[in-house]
């Protein structure tokens, strides 16, 4: 079964159909990108995947349980990690605080009163860190971080609940090229090892061919192609739409 | 209640509703320019009563009612223009709550000046000349200036519609009330704006008062009166907009004449009378309007801020210092008692200290930590304190017990409003717990068979060995630093970095789990229950209460204690408690004019010391981490 099935997925924003009946799958351990130009209707997508957007139609299956409608902490609760295209953390609190929020939670502890946090988690919240290289800076006020380290704080916190479906919106905006090559081969490595499925949207085509196993193009709300590197590439459609007709990939890459 | 009496009990709502409209509406448009509440829009109403009745006395005939009137009007507008161009101006960037405190301050100060201009006294204007008639309608007389009050809201209401629909003015107001970032971005001189926009809102509110001068009178209590009510009606109709404002004033009107019309009813087993219930009923429409549509009738959803004026650093356990300074000090309390021979005086300021401490610091629980600034953490006090009293009276129940039931009742509260409070967020919020700690008060005030009503409940001594004021002392000593703990290790536990996280990002504590609002208000429940533990004793303390221990002053006093200490600090309040309480014992109890002093330093507090004391001593000492 696939671990995520979209089915006729609409959203109207007064009258901007941001979203338009939009059908696609996320089989297990598949490393997916969703692309598309700005506006195309990508983080709206995201928004109704992890609940905080209700679809005005449409069907999100969940390895086969309707989940469209649901509160975001109930999506989160079924295994859904999420990081937000403007990065979300908790300014008051240090590094590690953050993961250990999110430890906390799904272990069910939110309802403790009396244990300091401190101590509690704390070192499989030093471990998650580890994993994306931000150990060093586990005790600083998250606050204090560039934004390129912030983005891989929200992937430890979203890696947290040992998800089985991880949706990332551009996890690598306003990061130079060289860290953002980094950072993806770093959560492909992380999602290979696990077994979690990905969807994440880039808008570098460099990143996107080179470690994407699909691509999903949207455009004006409507899927216009899903298919491999090769299949995207040579599509008619998607180059219309990222350059009008003529250039190809291969030339605006280089 | 025959079929007649009804409608003419409705048209009497009318005539209210138009009263209401205008306060409501002014306070609305300023809002929806400046985003600014000002709390201070029932003094203008308030000083609109009061000139409109100078003028009427002084000037004969209808020049000077009517005449007076107009005058008034324009006056309180010139007034409200220089109250933006001095004060406002300079806060329209602050955080929201230091922008509540400033109108509130000047709610101090323009409530003592009445008092030092007018005096004391209710005033009641003359009759309007040309009105003074009455009309029969449905078999009964409706005076002719109730008529006439009944047609001029409306007559305002197409007025302003026409006004911000046609004219440039008011294509910028309305500009500016839906994206106040265009309107600078169209290079139109947003300081003019701002003041006419508030100059008209302050003559709308000197015009209701004005009106009101034939009808009711002069009171130096209607500020608060008008402006808990204009809330109710700005929440119900929506923040921004004006028919939403007429049409929340007729309801809130009518519901409220019909309780009176009802009157007595007999059902039976037991007896109601209705028309003790208009504040209560006035709280159910809001509640009921509130879950059905957050932002009201004819409102926009705003965005969800926990605001906090600055980025927090994150807590760390006491330091050592800080721990030897806190085993001094409560060392030094410890020995008080043994001064109680020489002067027992002190040990009552140590009672009155204590009991601040606590409730200072059970608000900046939910105000610090959790985001929420709560504007009517007094009603937990008063459930309390009412609590205990009430048991005492009518069942005799013993100072334990009492002590009890206190944060039992103030947690019962608690749980009932901040279900209702947890859903807004940022002014809102600060207004429905303003708009509820009122109606806790009313219902207090209205109440009289239980409650004893404005006397009070008499006779709460505390039995020996408590009647020792050394041992009361050390129970509340005892209290004090329980309930200091006690919130202080919530916060270290993980439901305190809960409460943190829901107010640093919504969005990412949904997004991992965490239900926000049930986190906040349980956090509410919990502050409001240990606030009725400072209540309890205040009861016992002083032997007696009244309404006043509910008033909307000692609300404000406690946002005073919490930003006065630092509300970033988690012994920010204990110290804003101990000062303001210390202070209010000595030197305001000199001055007959003691409000318009404590305005005046909530102002120079909110002008010069935005982070509190123990932020401002903390980053004195270069020391980032504040205790
Ligand atoms: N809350 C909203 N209210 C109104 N319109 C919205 C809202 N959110 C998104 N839109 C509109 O929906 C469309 C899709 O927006 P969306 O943010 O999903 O695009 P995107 O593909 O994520 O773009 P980008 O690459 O710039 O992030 C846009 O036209 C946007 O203006
Ligand atoms: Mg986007």
Redesign the pocket.
């Known amino acids: 079964m696939s671990v995520l099935e979209v089915r006729a997925l609409s959203k109207a ?2 009258g ?1 159909r ?2 338009n009946d939009v059908a696609f799958v996320v089989e297990p351990g598949e490393f997916l990108a969703m692309i ?10 995201f928004n109704m995947i992890n609940g905080q957007l209700a679809p005005d139609s449409g069907e999100i299956l969940l390895e086969g349980k309707n989940i469209a409608g649901l509160a975001p902490r109930a999506i989160w609760r079924l295994g859904v990690g999420r990081t937000f ?1 403007v990065a979300a953390t908790f300014g008051s609190m240090t590094v590690v605080e953050n993961v250990q929020m999110a430890l906390l939670s799904h272990a069910g502890e939110i309802y403790r009163f009396w244990r300091p946090v401190a101590q509690m988690h704390r070192v499989r919240a030093l471990d998650l860190l580890g994993q994306v290289g931000m150990q060093d800076a586990a005790d600083r006020p998250s606050r204090e971080l560039a934004y390129g380290d912030v983005k891989r704080i929200e992937l430890a916190i979203a890696l947290a609940n040992e998800p089985r479906l991880l949706l990332m ?2 996890p690598t905006a306003g990061m130079a090229p060289r860290e953002r090559n980094e950072l993806i081969a770093l959560v492909k490595r992380l999602v290979v090892e696990r077994g979690v499925s990905v969807l994440f ?1 880039e ?1 570098s085509m460099d990143v996107v061919f080179a470690y994407a196993d699909r691509i999903i193009v ?1 455009a004006r ?1 409507r899927v216009i192609a899903d298919g491999n590197a090769a299949a995207i590439r040579d599509n008619a459609k998607v180059r219309e739409v990222y350059f009008g007709t003529g250039k190809t990939f291969a030339g605006a890459a280089s | 209640m025959t079929f007649s009496a009804f409608l003419f009990q409705a048209l009497n709502g009318l005539s209210t509703a138009s009263g209401l409209f205008f306060i409501a509406v002014g306070l609305s448009l300023i809002f929806g320019v400046s985003r600014i509440i000002n709390i201070a829009h029932g003094s203008l109403y308030m000083l609109g009563t009061y000139i409109a009745y100078t003028f009427a006395t002084h000037i004969d005939g209808g020049l000077g009612y009517w005449g007076g009137i107009v005058a008034t009007a324009l006056i309180v507008g010139v007034l409200g223009a220089l109250i933006e161009i001095v004060l406002l101006r300079r806060i329209y960037r602050a955080p929201e709550l230091f922008q509540l405190l400033a109108t509130f301050a000047l709610v101090l100060v323009i409530n003592d000046a009445t008092l030092w201009l007018w005096g004391p006294e209710d005033l009641l204007g003359p009759r309007a000349p040309g009105l003074r008639g009455a009309i029969e309608v449905f078999g009964r007389q409706l005076p002719s200036y109730d008529l006439f009050l009944i047609f001029i809201g409306p007559l305002v209401l197409i007025l302003l519609h026409f006004a911000l629909a046609r004219t440039r003015f008011g294509r910028l107001v309305r500009a500016a009330t839906q994206d106040r970032e265009m309107v600078g971005a169209l290079g139109v001189n947003q300081a003019v704006l701002f003041t006419s926009v508030f100059a008209l809102g302050a003559l709308l509110a000197g015009l209701g008062g004005a009106l009101q001068v034939a009808r009711e009178p002069a009171n130096l209590a209607t500020d608060l009166v008008a402006i808990g009510d204009a809330f109710v009606v700005v929440v119900v109709g929506g923040m921004g907009s004006i028919s939403g404002a007429y049409l929340a004033a007729v309801i809130i009107a009518e519901v409220k004449a019909l309780c009176i019309g009802i009157g007595v009813v007999d059902f039976g087993f037991v007896t109601v009378n209705f028309s003790k219930f208009t504040l209560v009923a006035e709280f159910l429409v809001m509640a009921a309007v509130l879950i059905a549509r957050p932002y009201g009738l004819l409102g926009k959803p705003q965005a969800a801020v926990r605001s906090i004026a600055e980025p927090e650093e994150p807590i760390r356990p006491a330091t050592p210092m800080l721990k030897t300074l806190a085993v001094i000090v409560l060392a030094l309390l410890m020995c008080l008692p043994l001064l109680a021979q020489s002067s027992p005086y002190l040990l009552i300021l140590g009672i009155d200290v204590l009991i601040a401490v606590i409730f200072a610091t059970s608000l900046h629980f939910i105000m610090g930590p959790g985001g929420m600034h709560s504007f009517g953490h007094a009603a937990y006090f008063g459930l309390g304190a009412y609590g205990a009293a009430l048991l005492v009276k009518w069942l005799g129940a013993p100072m334990g017990i009492a002590l009890l039931v206190a944060p039992l009742a103030a947690l019962a509260g608690a749980l009932l409003f901040g279900w209702f409070a947890v859903r807004l967020s940022g002014v809102y919020l600060a207004m429905l717990t303003l708009a509820f700690a009122q109606i806790v008060w009313a219902a207090v005030f209205q109440w009289e068979g239980f409650t004893g009503g404005s006397n009070g409940v008499i006779g709460v001594w505390p039995p020996p060995p408590f009647d020792k004021s050394w041992v009361f002392f050390v129970l509340t000593l005892l209290l004090a630093i329980a309930a200091v703990l006690l919130l202080r290790r919530l916060l270290f536990a993980p439901f305190g970095y809960a409460m943190r996280a829901g107010r640093d990002s919504v969005l990412r504590a949904e997004a991992i789990g965490i239900d926000v609002k049930r986190v906040h208000w349980l956090a509410f429940a919990i502050a409001g229950g240990i606030c009725g533990v400072a209540g309890g004793l205040f009861a016992f303390a002083k032997g007696s209460i009244s309404p006043e221990t509910i008033s909307v002053g000692r609300s404000i006093d406690g946002l005073v204690m919490v930003l006065l200490g630092g509300i970033q600090t988690l012994t920010g309040p204990i110290v804003g408690a101990s000062l303001y309480a210390l202070l209010q014992d000595t030197v305001m109890r000199q001055t007959e004019y003691w409000r318009a002093l404590l305005g005046i330093i909530i102002l120079v507090l909110v002008l010069a010391f935005p982070q509190g004391i123990v932020g401002a001593a903390a980053h004195l000492f270069g020391k980032r981490r504040a205790p």
């Open positions: 924003f007064g901007v941001a979203v598309g130009p700005n506006g195309a209707g990508k983080s709206t997508c295209q919106d551009e949207t808008h949207l709300g």
